[in-house]
Structures are given as structure tokens and as C-alpha cells.
């Protein structure tokens, strides 16, 4: 635990454009669109940033909860901010 909070430290004074690409991956990533190099790139990262980590494990929950319980549903967009802060909150 220690040593992954020394590289987020690490990560957060020198990776500031890292994590703004790992982010625009994150959204290829999760529509499906990303390259095998591009998805490579984006799991190099989440590996030792973890805000971007923690970003990922967020967006691919809400994803397979969509996808599985509520696959024939419209899913409001303030359900799954309800869902987002939910998680958030007892991370
Ligand atoms: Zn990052």
C-alpha cells in the first residue's frame, strides 16, 4: 500500500498529461474502440497511477452493471451518477 501511494505521489506532480490521455483511453477502452496498443498504454498506467486506477474499477462496474441487471433498461444519467458517488464514497 505504501509503495502505490509513493507512486501516485510520483504520479500526481509529473503525470498530469499522462493521466489526461489514460482518461481519453479509459472512454475507448470502454466503448470497445481502443487498440491492443492503446489499451496496453492504459493498463502500463492505471498500474502505478491510482486515481486512474481507481477511475477504471469505476467505469467498468457501472458498465457490467448496465450491461447485465439493467440490459433492457433506459439507464437515466442521475442513477448512474447515484451509482458513481456510491462507490466513490465507501472507496
Ligand atoms: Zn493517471
Given amino acids: 500500500m505504501a509503495t502505490n501511494l509513493l507512486d501516485w505521489l510520483r504520479q500526481s506532480f509529473s503525470g ?8 481519453e483511453l479509459l472512454e475507448l477502452i ?7 496498443e492503446e489499451e496496453k498504454l492504459f ?4 498500474d502505478a497511477c491510482l486515481p486512474c ?3 477504471y474499477n469505476l467505469e467498468a462496474s457501472i458498465k457490467k452493471l448496465l ?4 440490459k433492457r433498461k433506459q ?7 447515484k ?5 466513490r464514497s465507501t472507496a
Fill in 83 to 87: 451509482i458513481r458517488s456510491k462507490i
Fill in 67 to 70: 450491461q447485465t441487471k439493467l
Fill in 53 to 55: 486506477y481507481e477511475t
Fill in 30 to 36: 470502454m466503448d470497445g474502440e481502443a487498440s491492443p
Fill in 75 to 81: 439507464v437515466p444519467d442521475d442513477l448512474i451518477q
Fill in 16 to 23: 498530469q498529461n499522462d493521466c489526461e490521455k489514460c482518461l
Fill in 43 to 46: 493498463h502500463k498506467h492505471i
